[in-house]
Structures are given as structure tokens and as C-alpha cells.
């Protein structure tokens, strides 16, 4: 409780307390902010900027946590218990190896494999089919965004989700097959309804983290071109410590903040489980 008290509690209930004045990082308001009351919510509540900012956010987490990661780390996990194919233990070494490299040296690496004209990978390997090379983090900026995040996160999906086919009785899916079922019904209606707690509690861990990224954007495209790629995180990180407005971007974490548990508890509730 103490810990709980010490760094989750009180971080929170400070940031809170930010959201309500005209706290900066520099000038006469540094040192004595005022109180403001909730200025800072309308102010941000009605700027296209920050509204922006959240849709692209949500597009962000539906395309690369909810459809990416849990589609292509069910696959995998799928294809991992069940396949007898010899090599499956270097194929779920390949998976894995996204979750160990380092935020920064992902960044840096995928930066260099979409980089334009014929240096980047990417763009020489659709060369010997034929595609001309293409800016892809200036022409494709959000779907670049969008691909690294969900490579990064197949492996946890596969974990969580291995773990929990493997632990559907036998006996329930013979039983199953006996009656006449094929493979997709059995997964249909026997695997994913007594997986349903794990599905929807990395749905919510997922959903939690995604929101949050901040160094994979940044490194690639510092919210930009424009501001294409800038999700609520960089524009928190903008106008706290680029602008010194510390109010306003502790009250746009304390609304993302809402949004998020308000999702969360939607999941709990979807899953039926405690959490």
C-alpha cells in the first residue's frame, strides 16, 4: 500500500493538481502558478490541435494493438501449438526477438530499412518487383507508425495467448471433433469462448501501453510530417516541455488518463473476469 500510495497515488493526484493551474516550466508562473480551475480542460476540449491529436491516437491503438497485434499474435500462437512443423521453436525465436531489442534500436533500425530512395530495405526489396521507391515515413507516415508498433508487440500477444490455448482441456476438443466439427469451428466455439478472460485482459494491458507510446513515434517521426503522426503522448511531451506549459499538459494526461480506464473497465466487464 505504501508503494501504491508513494508512486502510483500521489504522481497521479499531483498531475491532477497541475491540470488546474497555469503551472510552466519557466517565468513568473513556475514559481507561483495559479489556480485555474478547469481552463485548461475547455481550452483543450475545444482545439482542433488536441481533438486531432486523440482521433489520430485511437486510429493508432485500433489498427495496431486491437487488429495488428491481437490478429497476427493469435495466429502465431495458433500455429505454434498446434503445428508439428520442424523449425517451429526458431520460428517462435523470430517472434520473439522484437520484444528484447531495445525502443531506441527498433526505432533506429526501422528508420533506416523505410529511409527514401534505394538506401532503405524496404524500398529495395519492392524494387525487384517492380515498385518504385517511395518516402514511406513522409508519404505513409501514420501506416509506418502503425507496422513497427505492431511487430513490436506480436510476441507478447503470442506469449499470453499460447499460453492460454494450451490450457483448453483435450478432452472438450476431441469430444468436439468426434461430433463432426472442423478445426475452425472448434476454435470458433470451443478455443476462443474458454479464452475469452486472457483475450480480453491483453486487449486491456495492450490498449494501456499503445496509448502510451511515445519514444517509437518520436524517434521516427517526431509527430510529424506536419503533425500526421503526432499522438496525444507527443502532444503532451509538446506543450509540457517544449512549450513549458506543464498545466495544460497534465490536464491532457488526467484526460487520457479517463479515456483509457474508461476502456479498460469496458474490457473487465466484456470478459466477465476479475482483473
Known amino acids: 500500500m505504501a508503494l501504491i500510495l508513494v508512486f502510483v497515488v500521489a504522481p497521479v493526484g499531483y498531475a491532477v493538481w497541475l491540470s488546474l493551474t497555469n503551472k510552466t516550466l519557466i517565468g513568473f508562473e513556475a514559481q507561483t502558478p495559479r489556480f485555474v480551475g478547469a481552463d485548461n480542460y475547455r481550452q483543450l476540449l475545444t482545439s482542433a490541435d488536441f481533438l486531432q491529436s486523440m482521433g489520430r491516437t485511437g486510429q493508432f491503438i485500433f489498427f495496431s494493438a486491437i487488429v495488428g497485434q491481437f490478429v497476427l499474435g493469435m495466429l502465431a500462437a495458433v500455429l505454434l501449438t498446434k503445428s508439428t512443423v520442424r523449425g517451429k521453436v526458431l520460428f517462435g525465436g523470430a517472434i520473439l526477438l522484437p520484444m528484447v531489442v531495445p525502443e531506441v534500436v527498433a526505432s533506429l533500425a526501422w528508420a533506416s530499412m523505410l529511409a527514401p530512395g534505394q538506401l532503405g530495405t524496404v524500398n529495395r526489396t519492392l524494387g525487384l518487383v517492380g515498385v518504385p521507391p517511395t518516402a514511406l515515413l513522409q508519404e505513409h507516415p501514420m501506416a509506418a507508425i502503425i507496422v513497427v508498433n505492431t511487430w ?27 461430433d463432426g466439427a472442423k478445426s475452425r469451428q472448434v476454435f470458433r466455439y470451443i478455443t476462443l469462448p474458454l479464452i475469452r478472460g486472457p483475450v480480453f485482459l491483453f486487449l486491456l494491458l495492450t490498449t494501456i501501453t ?3 507510446v511515445f519514444g517509437l513515434v518520436y524517434f521516427l517521426t517526431r509527430g510529424g510530417p506536419g503533425a500526421q503522426t503526432e499522438l496525444t503522448s507527443i502532444y503532451i511531451y509538446k506543450h509540457s516541455f517544449a512549450f513549458f506549459q506543464l498545466g495544460l499538459g497534465s490536464a491532457a494526461s488526467v484526460i487520457m488518463l479517463v479515456l483509457v480506464l474508461i476502456l479498460g473497465l469496458t474490457y473487465v466487464r466484456l470478459a466477465k473476469v476479475e482483473v
Open 152 to 178: 513490436r508487440g506480436i510476441a507478447f500477444a503470442m506469449i499470453m495467448f499460447q499460453a492460454a490455448i494450451e490450457g483448453v482441456p483435450d478432452d472438450l476438443i476431441e469430444a468436439a471433433r468426434i
Open 210 to 212: 499503445t496509448a502510451s
